[in-house]
């Protein structure tokens, strides 16, 4: 069964420092994955798209890492700052057909001045 | 751009009434999606258009929903009769093209059925 798991499920951090977001899937055959914010209230918004061949891909102070061979992702928010707290969601897409998405929970993060 | 346009953004109704929420794609997006969003399931495809057309129904829960698009730039999902299971966000998506692509959300439409 195709699956996104992600962890941890919630954070705190403290404004400024660094955070790490871990992504799991099973999904094959494997398309590309993603990585949304969602801030609460609000729909989510792309960070960043990977692709079987990207290993790593930067949106400012976001980055997102890949591993196709074990199936795992990260993301890593760096000097984190108050609007970063929402909820980060990996998604990965598979390949065939149109590519449909597969959600994980995501990660709610809490950035406390 | 305005994004994609959702509405209501929020809606309350009584168990066995009808509800249809409201989508308007970004212009020139020729894929159009429909998601719900529970704290228990996370985010689940609904149903997915192209060119209008839909391709992919098998995320509607049952034959209580129905979506349609009948022009490139509105869609609706309607749910009749509505049941208090049915609360959720609902999220509609749009892209130009799927694979690959990125998929733009609207704001959501909170839904909540007594």
């Known amino acids: 069964k195709n699956q996104v798991e992600q962890s941890p499920q919630s954070l705190i951090i403290l404004e400024g420092k660094n955070c790490t977001l871990q992504?799991?899937?099973?999904?094959?055959?494997?398309?590309?994955l993603r990585w949304y914010k969602q801030d609460t209230g609000r729909g989510p918004v792309s960070l960043t798209i990977m692709t079987f061949s990207e290993n790593t891909k930067s949106n400012g102070r976001y980055t997102a890492t890949l591993d196709a061979d074990t199936k795992q992702s990260s993301l890593h928010i760096t000097a984190s700052q108050l609007s970063d707290s929402a909820s980060y969601i990996c998604?990965?897409?598979?390949?065939?057909?149109?590519?449909?998405?597969?959600f994980g929970a995501g990660t709610r993060l809490a950035v406390h001045p | 751009d305005a994004g994609v346009i959702q509405s209501p953004r929020h809606e309350v109704t009584e168990m066995g009434q009808e509800v249809t929420l409201r989508c308007k794609p970004i212009s020139g997006h020729n894929s159009l999606f429909w998601y719900r969003q529970t704290m228990m399931r996370g985010l689940e495809l609904l149903i997915y258009?192209?060119?209008?057309?839909?391709?992919?129904d098998s995320g509607m829960p049952e034959d209580r929903f129905s979506a349609k698009m009948p022009n490139a730039s509105f869609s609706t999902l309607k749910i009749q009769p509505s049941e208090p299971r049915d609360s959720a966000v609902y999220f509609c998506?749009?892209?130009?093209?799927?694979?690959?692509?990125?998929?733009?959300f609207g704001p959501g439409t909170r839904l909540t059925v007594l």
């Open positions: 998604v990965v897409s598979a390949a065939g057909g149109y590519n449909k998405l597969i």
């Open positions: 992504c799991n899937y099973t999904v094959s055959p494997f398309s590309n």
């Open positions: 258009f192209n060119n209008n057309v839909p391709i992919d």
């Open positions: 998506a749009s892209s130009l093209g799927t694979s690959g692509v990125e998929q733009f």
